[in-house]
Protein backbone atom coordinates (compact mmCIF):
# COMPACT_ATOMS: atom_id res chain seq x y z
CA UNK A 1 0.00 0.00 0.00
CA UNK A 2 0.77 3.42 -0.65
CA UNK A 3 3.42 5.31 2.67
CA UNK A 4 1.19 8.29 4.41
CA UNK A 5 2.18 12.05 3.66
CA UNK A 6 2.78 13.58 7.00
CA UNK A 7 3.50 17.04 7.99
CA UNK A 8 5.35 17.58 10.87
CA UNK A 9 5.15 21.07 12.69
CA UNK A 10 6.41 22.81 15.61
CA UNK A 11 7.75 26.25 17.12
CA UNK A 12 11.43 26.72 15.93
CA UNK A 13 13.46 25.05 19.28
CA UNK A 14 10.45 22.75 19.70
CA UNK A 15 13.28 20.20 18.66
CA UNK A 16 11.68 18.78 15.87
CA UNK A 17 14.81 17.85 13.65
CA UNK A 18 16.54 15.93 16.56
CA UNK A 19 12.99 14.08 16.49
CA UNK A 20 13.13 13.51 13.15
CA UNK A 21 16.34 11.99 12.69
CA UNK A 22 16.23 9.72 15.59
CA UNK A 23 12.61 8.49 13.93
CA UNK A 24 14.37 8.07 10.24
CA UNK A 25 17.30 5.98 12.48
CA UNK A 26 15.18 3.88 14.20
CA UNK A 27 12.37 3.16 12.11
CA UNK A 28 12.86 1.98 8.00
CA UNK A 29 9.33 2.69 7.37
CA UNK A 30 9.83 6.48 7.05
CA UNK A 31 11.45 8.78 4.42
CA UNK A 32 12.28 12.40 4.68
CA UNK A 33 11.00 15.15 2.54
CA UNK A 34 14.45 17.25 2.03
CA UNK A 35 12.72 21.31 1.76
CA UNK A 36 14.33 23.76 -0.25
CA UNK A 37 14.91 26.82 1.33
CA UNK A 38 16.92 30.14 0.69
CA UNK A 39 18.07 30.46 4.15
CA UNK A 40 21.55 30.06 4.82
CA UNK A 41 23.09 26.62 6.24
CA UNK A 42 23.64 25.84 9.78
CA UNK A 43 26.78 24.38 10.99
CA UNK A 44 26.99 20.95 9.85
CA UNK A 45 24.04 20.76 7.52
CA UNK A 46 24.76 19.12 4.33
CA UNK A 47 23.12 20.76 0.82
CA UNK A 48 20.75 17.73 -0.48
CA UNK A 49 20.50 16.18 2.99
CA UNK A 50 18.74 18.78 5.09
CA UNK A 51 17.87 21.49 3.12
CA UNK A 52 18.25 22.12 -0.61
CA UNK A 53 19.91 25.66 0.32
CA UNK A 54 19.08 27.68 -2.65
CA UNK A 55 19.10 31.86 -4.26
CA UNK A 56 15.51 33.39 -3.76
CA UNK A 57 15.85 33.79 -7.26
CA UNK A 58 16.29 30.05 -7.78
CA UNK A 59 13.23 29.68 -5.53
CA UNK A 60 11.07 31.81 -7.28
CA UNK A 61 11.35 30.17 -10.84
CA UNK A 62 10.62 26.97 -9.35
CA UNK A 63 7.07 28.43 -7.56
CA UNK A 64 6.46 29.40 -11.37
CA UNK A 65 7.19 26.23 -12.48
CA UNK A 66 5.00 24.66 -10.45
CA UNK A 67 7.39 22.15 -8.93
CA UNK A 68 6.79 22.28 -5.06
CA UNK A 69 4.04 20.99 -3.23
CA UNK A 70 3.78 24.21 -0.80
CA UNK A 71 5.65 27.02 -0.19
CA UNK A 72 5.39 29.97 2.84
CA UNK A 73 8.22 32.92 4.35
CA UNK A 74 9.41 31.83 7.43
CA UNK A 75 11.85 34.49 9.44
CA UNK A 76 12.51 36.59 5.72
CA UNK A 77 12.73 33.30 3.84
CA UNK A 78 11.06 31.09 1.61
CA UNK A 79 10.63 27.31 2.27
CA UNK A 80 9.28 25.24 0.22
CA UNK A 81 8.17 21.40 -0.69
CA UNK A 82 9.80 19.52 -3.81
CA UNK A 83 7.10 17.49 -5.99
CA UNK A 84 9.10 14.45 -7.48
CA UNK A 85 10.91 13.20 -4.35
CA UNK A 86 7.53 12.56 -2.28
CA UNK A 87 5.88 11.70 -4.74
CA UNK A 88 8.14 8.43 -5.25
CA UNK A 89 8.97 7.76 -1.64
CA UNK A 90 4.73 7.43 -0.94
CA UNK A 91 4.65 5.04 -4.29
CA UNK A 92 7.94 2.66 -2.88
CA UNK A 93 5.08 2.50 0.33
CA UNK A 94 7.36 4.69 2.44
CA UNK A 95 5.43 7.11 5.09
CA UNK A 96 6.97 10.40 4.32
CA UNK A 97 7.47 13.18 6.59
CA UNK A 98 7.52 17.01 5.90
CA UNK A 99 9.29 19.61 8.62
CA UNK A 100 7.31 22.33 7.20
CA UNK A 101 5.67 26.00 8.91
CA UNK A 102 1.62 25.90 9.91
CA UNK A 103 0.77 27.68 6.63
CA UNK A 104 2.54 25.30 4.68
CA UNK A 105 0.83 22.52 6.53
CA UNK A 106 -2.63 24.10 5.79
CA UNK A 107 -1.66 24.09 1.92
CA UNK A 108 -0.80 20.33 1.73
CA UNK A 109 -3.93 20.09 3.66
CA UNK A 110 -5.88 21.56 1.67
CA UNK A 111 -4.69 19.67 -1.20
CA UNK A 112 -4.33 16.73 -0.18
CA UNK A 113 -7.08 15.91 2.83
CA UNK A 114 -5.54 12.90 3.88
CA UNK A 115 -2.10 14.26 5.25
CA UNK A 116 -1.48 13.34 8.77
CA UNK A 117 -0.59 16.89 10.53
CA UNK A 118 1.31 16.28 13.83
CA UNK A 119 2.54 19.50 15.91
CA UNK A 120 5.50 18.86 17.75
CA UNK A 121 6.07 21.10 21.28
CA UNK A 122 8.22 21.29 24.02
CA UNK A 123 5.98 21.10 27.67
CA UNK A 124 6.61 24.78 28.11
CA UNK A 125 7.22 28.13 26.63
CA UNK A 126 9.95 29.03 29.74
CA UNK A 127 11.43 25.41 27.78
CA UNK A 128 11.03 26.88 24.33
CA UNK A 129 13.56 29.78 24.85
CA UNK A 130 15.95 27.88 26.93
CA UNK A 131 16.20 25.94 24.14
CA UNK A 132 16.87 28.42 21.99
CA UNK A 133 19.49 30.28 24.17
CA UNK A 134 21.28 27.34 24.41
CA UNK A 135 21.90 27.03 21.06
CA UNK A 136 24.32 29.76 20.84
CA UNK A 137 23.61 30.63 17.70
CA UNK A 138 20.83 33.35 16.82
CA UNK A 139 21.12 36.70 18.05
CA UNK A 140 18.08 38.22 21.35
CA UNK A 141 16.65 39.86 17.87
CA UNK A 142 16.33 36.63 16.01
CA UNK A 143 14.85 34.70 19.41
CA UNK A 144 12.44 37.28 19.89
CA UNK A 145 11.03 36.58 16.25
CA UNK A 146 11.17 33.22 17.16
CA UNK A 147 8.86 33.54 20.06
CA UNK A 148 6.58 36.27 18.32
CA UNK A 149 6.15 33.63 15.45
CA UNK A 150 5.24 30.91 18.21
CA UNK A 151 2.38 33.22 19.45
CA UNK A 152 1.12 33.06 15.64
CA UNK A 153 1.59 29.51 15.15
CA UNK A 154 -0.10 28.70 18.49
CA UNK A 155 -3.29 29.85 16.81
CA UNK A 156 -3.21 26.81 14.18
CA UNK A 157 -2.72 23.87 16.76
CA UNK A 158 -6.11 22.62 16.83
CA UNK A 159 -6.07 22.51 13.34
CA UNK A 160 -3.60 19.49 13.95
CA UNK A 161 -4.69 16.15 14.56
CA UNK A 162 -2.39 15.19 17.03
CA UNK A 163 0.20 16.81 19.37
CA UNK A 164 3.76 15.38 20.31
CA UNK A 165 4.95 16.77 23.46
CA UNK A 166 8.83 16.55 23.04
CA UNK A 167 10.18 16.43 27.14
CA UNK A 168 11.69 13.12 26.76
CA UNK A 169 13.11 12.25 23.38
CA UNK A 170 12.96 8.45 23.57
CA UNK A 171 9.02 8.76 24.57
CA UNK A 172 8.34 11.50 21.91
CA UNK A 173 9.75 9.00 19.14
CA UNK A 174 7.90 6.05 19.92
CA UNK A 175 4.65 8.62 20.45
CA UNK A 176 5.23 9.40 16.73
CA UNK A 177 5.82 5.81 15.54
CA UNK A 178 2.66 4.41 17.22
CA UNK A 179 0.33 7.56 15.66
CA UNK A 180 1.76 6.63 11.87
CA UNK A 181 1.36 2.85 12.40
CA UNK A 182 -2.14 3.50 13.45
CA UNK A 183 -3.41 5.77 11.30
CA UNK A 184 -1.52 3.35 8.32
CA UNK A 185 -4.11 0.51 9.15
CA UNK A 186 -7.01 2.83 8.97
CA UNK A 187 -9.51 1.08 6.72
CA UNK A 188 -10.14 4.01 4.42
CA UNK A 189 -6.02 3.91 3.45
CA UNK A 190 -6.53 0.16 2.91
CA UNK A 191 -8.98 0.14 -0.01
CA UNK A 192 -6.75 -1.87 -1.95
CA UNK A 193 -5.67 -4.89 0.27
CA UNK A 194 -9.60 -4.77 1.26
CA UNK A 195 -10.52 -4.88 -2.32
CA UNK A 196 -7.79 -7.38 -2.45
CA UNK A 197 -9.19 -10.02 0.12
CA UNK A 198 -13.24 -9.41 -1.12
CA UNK A 199 -12.18 -10.61 -4.67
CA UNK A 200 -9.95 -13.15 -3.68
CA UNK A 201 -13.28 -14.39 -1.14
CA UNK A 202 -15.47 -14.52 -4.50
CA UNK A 203 -12.95 -17.59 -5.41
CA UNK A 204 -14.14 -19.76 -2.51
Known amino acids: MDGILIVMSG ?14 NDYDDFAFSVSMT ?39 NYYGTPREYVDSKLKEGKSVILDIEVQGAMQIKEKFPDTLLV ?11 RRLEKRGTESAETIAKRITRAKEESKWIDRYEYIVINDD ?8 HDIVLAQRFQTKRCGTFIKEIQNELLSF
Not at 119 to 129: D, Y
Not at 169 to 176: C, G, I, Q, R, S
Open 11 to 24: FSGAGKGTLLHRLL
Open 38 to 76: TRSPREGEVDGKDYFFVTKEKFEETIKNGLLYEHATYCD
Open 119 to 129: FVTPPSIAELK
Open 169 to 176: LDTAVKEM
